[in-house]
């Protein structure tokens, strides 16, 4: 990785807050962020129902199609698939399950793997997943695996869709989150899970601006190593 390329990791389970931090790291240290989880429901939401299903060959005549870029940096960075912004609908909760079934393929994980890395090889970046830290940047200079309590995560994302407008189940999202958690976490490729040199921060009963500070902090702690 060259020196200018600076990779800061963001791994964690579904509704911890990744994607809000991400972007007000990235906007602090003015470089992009990248949202690997759209990148997942993009391809799942794209491909649709069932394609997790689908036979190899079809599958990756699918995936053939499917062309990601980045631009833009901190708040203004924007993910594109062929040149457009994706479907607001992979922020629901069936697209949220839909790309975690789609994210147990080795096809998809090594087509979106290279994808990744490849836009990681032109810019700096924080790029957030469940893999980033472990698989995808595994040289990355500063890796960060954030956790809350499944009734924690389940609570935020219920606030977080009410203050979206839309109709919203405590108990059914609380559900959705244990499915995806138990997907993501046992998935025999590239499962969820902290990189053994990543900071664990546990978020549960602590403020976004605390876990920003957190992370800003060790990040200029590494800067001065
Ligand atoms: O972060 P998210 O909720 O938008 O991710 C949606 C799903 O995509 C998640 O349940 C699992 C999958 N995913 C993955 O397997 N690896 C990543 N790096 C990012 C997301």
Do not use: H
């Not at 389970?13 to 007000?24: D, I, N, Q």
């Not at 290279?114 to 995808?136: F, K, N, P």
């Not at 200079?141 to 839309?166: I, P």
């Amino acid at each position: 990785m060259s020196e200018k390329c600076r990779i800061v990791t963001l791994d964690g389970p579904a509704g911890v807050g990744k994607t809000t931090l991400a972007k007000r790291v990235a906007q602090a240290m003015g470089v992009a962020y990248l949202d690997t989880g759209a990148m997942f429901r993009g391809v799942a939401w794209t491909l649709g129902e069932g394609s997790w299903e689908w036979d190899e060959e079809r599958l990756s005549a699918g995936l053939c199609d499917l062309d990601f870029s980045l631009q833009g940096q901190g708040m203004d960075s924007e993910l594109l698939l062929n040149g457009e912004p994706l479907d607001p609908a992979i922020r629901t909760e069936k697209a949220g399950l839909w790309a975690s079934n789609i994210a147990t393929l080795g096809t998809v994980r090594a087509f979106l793997k290279q994808a990744q890395q490849a836009i990681g090889r032109d810019v700096s970046l924080v790029a957030e997943g469940r893999d980033m830290g472990t698989v995808v940047f595994p040289d990355a200079t500063d890796k960060f695996f954030l956790d809350a309590s499944v009734e924690e995560r389940a609570r935020r994302r219920y606030l977080q869709l009410q203050g979206l407008g839309e109709n919203a189940d405590l108990d059914e999202i609380s559900l959705q989150i244990k499915i995806r958690d138990a997907q993501d976490r046992n998935r025999p490729i590239a499962p969820l899970r902290a990189a053994d040199d990543a900071v664990t921060v546990d978020t549960t009963g602590i403020g976004v601006d605390e876990v920003f500070s957190r992370i800003m902090e060790q990040i200029r702690k590494n800067e001065a190593q």
